[in-house]
């Protein structure tokens, strides 16, 4: 039986949730799981059915979409897994295990035994005969993890989640969300920079224009060039040219389209929480009030008065307010914005 209450940190991306996910994370007795779902693409596999062998081989095997990146020395920081060490189960051209990346990294230095120890786990504790959805299987290795690390609960944050928070709430009807946001320019313009944000639009420009996702489909994609215009060549996997990746500018709007449609579809699945299991922040009150949000965030997720006196002081100390990059917003991408904006005001959040 499951024993932790599900607790997701959402956002759109670059809005804070790593900074905040990381400081919950040094609450008393919460294990924090830093982009455990984000890798696996959970709205497709969310509701999917495997068996313990099956997902156990997907915690392992290489997300070819991000070779892309690691093989050429292009992954995001957040990417914490040491290619560099000459002992380590992955290499750069192999691609990287969804939860090797992050997940595994955040939690020990050696993120090679702790996948041993979870595949051994799927022999024997963690093993139910049958299919069971994947959303129960991930239930079942995050409660593991909590006991590896002698925790009391975990929480998981991914980047991008608002996008498929309407699977969470369906796939776990007794969880919590923190929602963390910014305001949408400085989420496109941060986007613009973040290669993993730039491959996700590279891959749906060419899937529109094609027909097909060649990061996912069988090969490399190099079979079926004929169907790609020979302008992006260069962006399918078998043909990848980095430089061309980093010199690629898209106009700022079409980053702040993904922010705003996921503000849309996200609070439109939010709303429908009671009060109680969902709470809000924004990222400028958690730079320029930091002690009073994050009191309030750590009460709402149930921590104690001790925890958080113990805690409050170190967290905020964290926290450094930045000015902002001068942003030059164009009527394309105003336009865009403020669709997004409209939804945060109507949900009380502008």
């Known amino acids: 039986m499951p024993r932790s209450t599900p607790l997701f940190v959402v956002s759109t991306g670059r809005s804070g949730s790593t900074l905040l996910g990381s400081l919950l994370g040094q609450l008393p007795g919460q294990v924090l799981l830093s982009e455990a779902l984000c890798l696996l693409d959970p709205a497709r596999l969310l509701h999917d059915h495997r068996t313990s062998a099956e997902f156990a081989a997907m915690l392992t095997e290489p997300v070819g979409a991000a070779s892309m990146l690691t093989t050429h020395h292009l992954e995001p920081a957040e990417f914490r897994y040491p290619f560099d060490r000459l002992d380590m189960r992955y290499g750069r051209r192999d691609g990287i295990g969804p939860l090797s990346a992050t997940t ?16 051994r786990a799927y022999l024997h504790e963690l093993y139910r005969p049958g299919v069971e959805p994947v959303s129960a299987h991930l239930r079942r290795l995050f409660d593991h993890l909590v006991d590896r690390f002698d925790g009391t609960g975990w929480i998981e944050r991914s980047g991008a989640s608002l996008d498929y928070v309407a699977s969470l709430i369906e796939a776990y009807p007794d969880a919590r969300f923190v929602h963390v946001h910014r305001r949408g320019a400085d ?54 040219d980095p430089e061309r990746f980093i010199a690629w500018d898209p106009p700022l709007h079409e980053f702040a389209r993904l ?12 709303r429908e929480l009671p009060v109680d299991r969902v709470h809000h922040v924004g990222y400028d009150d958690l730079v320029t009030r930091p002690v009073p949000t994050l009191v309030d965030v750590a009460q709402f997720i149930g921590a ?44 009380g959040l502008l």
Request: glycine share 8%.
């Open 104 to 119: 595994l990294p955040t939690l020990t230095k050696e993120p090679d035994e702790l996948l041993a120890d979870i595949e």
């Open 187 to 240: 989420v496109a313009a941060s986007m613009a920079r973040h290669p993993m944000f730039r491959l996700h639009l590279l891959r749906i420009k060419v899937g529109q224009i094609c027909g097909f996702d060649p990061y996912l489909a069988p090969g490399d994609g190099t079979d079926r060039l004929d169907e790609v215009p020979e302008t992006l060549h260069w962006a399918i996997p078998g043909s990848f």
């Open 259 to 270: 922010w705003a449609l996921q503000i849309r579809t996200g609070l439109s699945a939010l």
């Open 304 to 347: 104690d008065a001790d925890a958080i006196g113990g805690w409050i002081g170190p967290a905020a100390d964290h926290i450094e307010a930045r000015d902002r990059d001068p942003i030059t917003i164009d009527p394309a991408t105003a336009r865009v914005l403020r669709l997004g904006d409209r939804a945060l005001t109507s949900a």
